[in-house]
Each structure stands twice: as C-alpha cells, then as structure tokens.
C-alpha cells in the first residue's frame, strides 16, 4: 500500500501535468544544440540568444529527461516535483527575451530546489493569471520529504527564491532529499525520503548518494536541469557535490538567505530568532543556501543571484558590501603564487580511504606545477580538540537548534493540514503512520526524540555554542590561515573538515577529484539498499578558508578545475544517462 502511495503521489505530480518529452521544438541542426548532459548556462544562453531553442524548448527536454530515469529504468528517484506551470513561465521569459528584456545570465534558465526551501501557496485558476510572473512555482509544496508537511504551506517564498525569480530563472521543480535533512536519523540511508523513496546514484547501480542534498546533486549530474540549490548545515551540499562529481558551494552563513527575522545577543553569543523561517530548519547558526552545479563558472553565476542582504534573515546584515562580482574571480592562473595549507589531522584522523589520499597526493603536485605554494602540514592549532569534542559540540547545539527552529517554522505555516505545528507533533505523526513514514529499514527517528527532549539554551550551552564556534574558527580555521599566512586550506572531503567549517559558519567550495577504480569491492552502507565506495564511484576536493572568502576561492577552485578536467573523465553508468535532448 505504501508504495502504491508513494508511486501515484511521484507520479501524479512529476508528470499529470501534461508535459512529456515529445513535441520539442527546434529547427537547428543537431549538431548545433548543446548536450543536456553537460550544458552549461552559457552555452545555453547562446542557443536561446541565437533562437536555436527557446525556454520552453529547454523545460520540455529536462522533464522528458526526468521521465527517462527518475521512476523508470534505473528509477534514481532524484526529482519529486515538476512545476506545474513551468512551461508557461518559460514561454513568457521567452517572449521578454524576444522584447529585447533578459534580465540577466539565468534568464530562462531551468533549474531544481531541493524541497525543504519554501514555496507558497497554490492559486485558483483565476488568480493565477494575474500573479504568474511573480510566482514562479505555483501550486509546488514544501515538505522536506515527510508527509507530515505534504499539504503545508510556508507565508511566503524563501528569499533565494525570490532572487531567482527576478534573475528571470525558471523553477523547474523541487528535488528529493534525505528526509528533514537526514535529522530525523543518522540511521537511514543517505537520499530516503519517505515522499520520495530512496534516491540512488547514477554513477553505479544502487550507490549511495550521500546526504542531505541528494537529489538535487544527481539530477545535476545527469543533466536532469541546468543547476539546483541545495541547503547544507554540515556537508549537506558538499558531501553529494563529492559522490555525484560535481561542483558544490557551502557558502558563508549570511551570504544567502534562509529568510528568517531577528537575533538577539546572549553573553556576546548571536542566537538566531527567527520570525519567518522560510528553509525547513535544522540549526539557524549553520544552515546555508548554495549551488550545485556542474562547473565552477555556473556555481559563480548561481551564487551571484541568491547572495545578498535581505532583511527577513538577520544573519544576512553581517555580509561585506557589496559583493563581488564571483563570475570575475574565475581565472586559471589563480593558484599561481597562492600559500595552500594541508590540514592533515583533517583527513587522516577521519580514516579517508587510500584511494582518495592517493588522488589527494597527486593534486598536491598539480597545485605545485601550477605555481601554489603547499604548506604540509598546515593544521588546526585546536584540531585536538575538535576531535575531542567538536562533534559532539555540534550535535548538541544542532539538538537544540533544531527543536527551537522547526517548532518556529511550524508554527507560522500558513496551512498545515497533517495538524503538524510543533516537533512533538512531527513525531507523534510518524509514529502514527507507519505505513507511510517507517517502511522496513526506515523506521528510525532517534534524532527527533532527542532534540524534543532538549529545553532551549542556558549558560552551559552558550558555553557549548561558543566554544565549538571558537575551535572551528578563531582557534581553527582561522588561526593556521594566520599562523602560515595562507590563502585557503585544501583537503579531500571528509567528515571532520565539512564540521569544522560548519561550526564556525565558514564557506567550501567542493569539486571533482577522481573516481573509484573499476575493481572496487562494492560495500553496503551499514547493511541498507546502497552501496560505497564501488566501481567508479566519484569523490570530490575541498578549498575552505575564512567567512566571506567565497571569491577567493571560487579563483581557485577554478583554475583546479580548468587544469584535471575531472568531472569529464567518467560518465554516470549508461542507463542512468538520459537520450532525451533538444
């Protein structure tokens, strides 16, 4: 029953709304039009410039190609929505194009949100008309993978949204995810979600996609849509950017908005408030709003149109101005002379596999040949400690967190249906539908009881918050940068890096490194239904450094790029690769 369920609800949404593959337009030579697979915005936006294809053109392609592969063949199941208008929003950003009116480098360009950032209300019919060009997603939902939030609808658009909007993007559809986050429990598979089912990896059959940002990062992939957003709290972007062999951006918290409201200051510890979260929350102090997206040159673009100050997010109010200009960092000759430190402790106390330091040690000499300066060891003057107790630190502030920050988001949605309005109500609904929340392998919410039973914050867990913000970064981050006067911090990917730049609320620019070689002995993730490491499984690099370095870093992030050519080594496996094109 259950997976009938969830079958008629991925199908009814995805594909009852009309739009199928067929009918595609275009009068160009095939050999003209660019490879969804791999397409990046400015080959599109020369095609659309040069009317070899429209918007609309391109929105039909992406869903025939989510046809192929989301819930058929090797049902990846990495999209849970389509937009139900998106065909008309592509067609009237078509006709602006014709009027001479592109607004700017996403004018018509597709693109996913992962689910847990807020859209609003569906409309009548009649209201729909007058309020199209504003509401770029018109009757899509919200629910962070749960059907306890199947129905609800947030007060508004979250305010990334509201910036793609006026970019003139085009909200292709939302993608799945771990559900809440992967919060609900550290026990289930990375990509599950009960709305959504287990998303898969299409670089082998069954693998493991990691989390929580999932499905935005396999649709990206595959070329599914031109870019996604994706949230992250600790690796959320970045650890799906590294399995899927594409490019992530953990941004500064405050670069992006999560649409929130005030702060308030507690022992010179800022503790957000929130009065509108328009993210489905995990922790107000490390929740982020970022890019995934095949290149580092369509990562900058993207970030440029989300970043900014917005006054519903206070964490905002906190960036430099103005903001660079990121696509203007993006130079190949940006590692020459640049002092790179390699945190050792970062990845060897995490027991990154050989395979991984292997590749790492030979992008060390690549940097070198390039003209970076490799500082190794660089690490962590408090990286001891944050092995003792930054994880630890971070899980209970993120416990607290939590509690405080969903019952807030669940308590100012506009409908909830389900009745859901505090965490208590969260649980006591997936309790009471098991049939549709816990299927077998599934059925954990450890996390959820734990932060239900925290009580909000007091002088220890000041002390707490403060001090793991401090090892991250003052005593961290911070202090090795300052210690061997380096321009950012180089690792391969791994748990205790992504904490440590959540922690201190620090950005991480992820890209392609290598792949599992094609002899790897698959491995079941703690006995579930997916698989890693295994043949050809991809993994990423890390460029980090202090609180609002995103420019920086893009450079070189860039010219690592531009040099390995990494992500166009291997191909996701050939059932997993739509045929649809334009």
Same mark, same amino acid.
């Given at each position: 029953m259950q997976t009938r369920l969830k079958e008629w609800f991925l199908s009814n949404w995805l594909y009852g709304n009309g739009y199928t593959s067929t009918n595609i337009s275009s009068t160009a030579p095939a050999h003209e039009l660019p490879d969804l697979y791999e397409a990046t915005v400015a080959e599109l936006q020369d &095609? !659309?410039?040069? +009317?070899?294809?429209?918007?609309?053109? !391109?929105?039909?392609?992406?869903?025939?190609?989510?046809?192929?592969?989301?819930?058929?063949?090797?049902? !990846? $199941?990495?999209? *849970?929505? %389509?937009?139900?208008? @998106?065909?008309?929003? /592509?067609?009237? =950003?078509?006709?602006?194009? #014709?009027? +001479? #009116?592109? $607004?700017?480098?996403?004018? &018509?360009?597709? =693109?996913? !949100?992962? %689910? #847990?950032?807020?859209?609003t209300v569906t409309l009548s019919p009649a209201d729909e008309a007058s309020v199209r060009l504003k509401s770029y997603a018109v009757g899509m939902r919200t629910t962070a993978g749960s059907f306890a939030l199947q129905d609800s609808?947030?007060?508004?658009?979250?305010?990334?949204?509201?910036? =793609? #909007?006026? @970019?003139? /993007?085009?909200? *292709?559809?939302?993608?799945?995810?771990?559900?809440?986050?992967?919060f609900r429990s550290h026990k289930l598979t990375g990509g599950w979600s009960a709305l959504g089912g287990q998303g898969t990896n299409a670089y082998y059959p069954n693998g493991d996609t990691c989390g929580s940002s999932s499905g935005s990062a396999v649709a990206v992939s595959i070329g599914l849509c031109a870019l996604a957003l994706g949230t992250d709290t600790t690796g959320s972007i970045t650890f799906p950017a590294s399995r899927n062999n594409i490019v992530g951006i953990k941004p500064t918290v405050g670069l992006t908005s999560r649409a929130g409201g005030t702060s308030l200051t507690l022992d010179s510890i800022l503790v957000f408030a929130h009065i509108k979260i328009l993210v489905v929350p995990i922790s107000s102090h490390q929740d982020t709003v970022g890019p995934l997206t095949r290149s580092v040159t369509d990562a900058a673009i993207l970030l440029s149109a989300i970043a900014g100050p917005d006054p519903n997010d206070n964490a905002t109010s906190s960036q430099p101005f103005p903001l660079p200009k990121y696509i203007d960092a993006l130079d190949p000759n940006s590692l020459a002379g640049k002092r790179i430190g390699v945190p050792r402790k970062v990845f060897i106390d995490s027991e990154t596999h050989p395979v991984i330091i292997a590749a790492f040690e030979d992008s060390l000499e690549i940097m070198r040949k390039m003209g970076a300066i490799i500082v190794d060891p660089a690490d962590l003057p408090s990286a001891d400690d944050l092995i003792k107790n930054g994880w630890m630190d971070e899980e209970l502030i993120c416990l607290v967190d939590f509690k405080i920050d969903i019952n807030k988001y669940l308590s100012e949605l506009k409908e909830s249906p389900s009745g859901v309005r505090t965490l208590e109500d969260l649980i006591e609904f997936i309790e009471g539908h098991p049939d549709l929340e816990q299927p077998r392998g599934y059925e954990d919410q450890s996390v959820f009881l734990e932060s239900n039973n925290t009580a909000g914050y007091n002088a220890e867990l000041l002390e707490i918050l403060e001090r793991k913000t401090r090892l991250s970064g003052e005593q961290g981050i911070d202090a090795v940068l300052s210690k061997y006067n380096l321009d950012a911090l180089v690792a391969p990917h791994s748990t205790f890096q992504a904490a440590a730049s959540a922690n201190a609320g620090y950005p991480m620019i992820q890209v392609p490194l290598g792949f599992f070689p094609d002899d790897t002995l698959p491995a079941a993730l703690d006995d579930g239904p997916t698989f890693y490491p295994a043949p050809g499984t991809p993994f990423g690099i890390s460029f980090f450094a202090s609180a609002w370095s995103e420019y920086h870093l893009l450079g070189m992030a860039y010219a690592f790029e531009q040099k390995t050519q990494t992500r166009l080594k291997r191909r996701a496996y050939t059932k997993a690769i739509p045929s649809t094109q334009l």
């Open positions: &095609g !659309l410039d040069s +009317n070899r294809f429209s918007s609309v053109d !391109l929105v039909k392609a992406y869903i025939g190609r989510i046809e192929e592969v989301n819930l058929k063949g090797p049902a !990846l $199941r990495a999209v *849970l929505e %389509i937009n139900p208008v @998106a065909v008309e929003q /592509a067609s009237q =950003l078509d006709k602006e194009r #014709r009027s +001479n #009116r592109k $607004r700017g480098p996403l004018h &018509g360009i597709p =693109l996913l !949100l992962k %689910i #847990r950032i807020g859209l609808i947030p007060p508004k658009d979250a305010g990334v949204v509201t910036k =793609l #909007r006026e @970019a003139g /993007a085009v909200i *292709l559809g939302k993608a799945n995810l771990s559900e809440f986050g992967q």
